[in-house]
Every structure is written in structure tokens, then in C-alpha cells.
């Protein structure tokens, strides 16, 4: 599987929500976007293995999508692997400035304060 073009990424951080988006090519020429969610607000609430980032693509539905966890990161170069439960994700980020980059580290990090998921940034 080749990776996805990233268009641009947008990152959000409140109170309730720690979001990193990934604004991805799709073949029709539109974009789509794929989603890491850390929902903090009611995460306390939620039993131990249902904690942690979901993973969403926009117009990718199947079954078990709201548990679609992240499992493992890795960012390399102009490359980001992403693994989740369910799915696995390249993303080509030529296009994307290198302090965007590390600001979505920076987020990622806050994401993984409980060591949910693995993550390799070489």
C-alpha cells in the first residue's frame, strides 16, 4: 500500500478533546479525513480497555469503527505508519512544515500520557 498524501493536519486541544487530523487525497480527488481522538472529558467513566485514541477515517464504516484504537505510531522522514486495531494507515507528509510536524508530536505525546500506544519518531 503506497501512502496518502497529507494535504495539511489540523490539531485541537481543550479541555475535553486532545485531536490530531490528517486532511488526506482521496482518489476522487476530494479529501478525506483521518482522525486521532482522545476524548478526555468522560474518559474516566469508560472501562479500561475502551480508554485511549480512536481512529477514524472519514467514509471507512465497518462493525467495530468506535473501537478502533491506536496502537502504534511511527513517524520517519516525510512517512507516518499509523496501526490501529483494526486498520493500518501510511501517510506521505512531504507537505507538511516541519514546525506543524513537530507540533503534532508535541500533541501525540499529550495523546499518550498513559503509554496507551507505542509511538517512534526517528
Do not use: H
Amino acid at each position: 500500500m503506497s501512502p496518502r498524501k497529507v494535504q495539511f493536519i489540523s490539531l485541537e486541544e481543550d479541555d475535553k478533546d486532545l485531536v490530531v487530523s490528517f486532511a488526506l487525497d482521496d482518489t476522487q480527488g476530494d479529501i478525506e479525513s483521518l482522525i486521532l481522538l482522545r476524548t478526555l472529558f468522560y474518559e474516566e467513566y469508560l472501562d479500561e480497555n475502551e480508554r485511549g485514541v480512536k481512529v477514524s477515517l472519514e467514509n471507512d464504516e465497518f462493525e467495530e469503527e468506535d473501537r478502533n484504537a491506536l496502537v502504534d505510531i511511527q513517524i520517519k522522514n516525510d512517512e507516518i505508519l499509523i496501526r490501529s486495531t483494526f486498520r493500518e494507515y501510511r501517510l506521505n507528509i512531504t507537505s507538511i512544515k516541519k514546525e506543524d510536524v513537530r507540533d503534532m508530536v508535541r500533541l501525540l505525546k499529550k495523546q499518550n500520557y498513559d503509554n496507551r500506544f507505542t509511538m517512534c519518531i526517528a
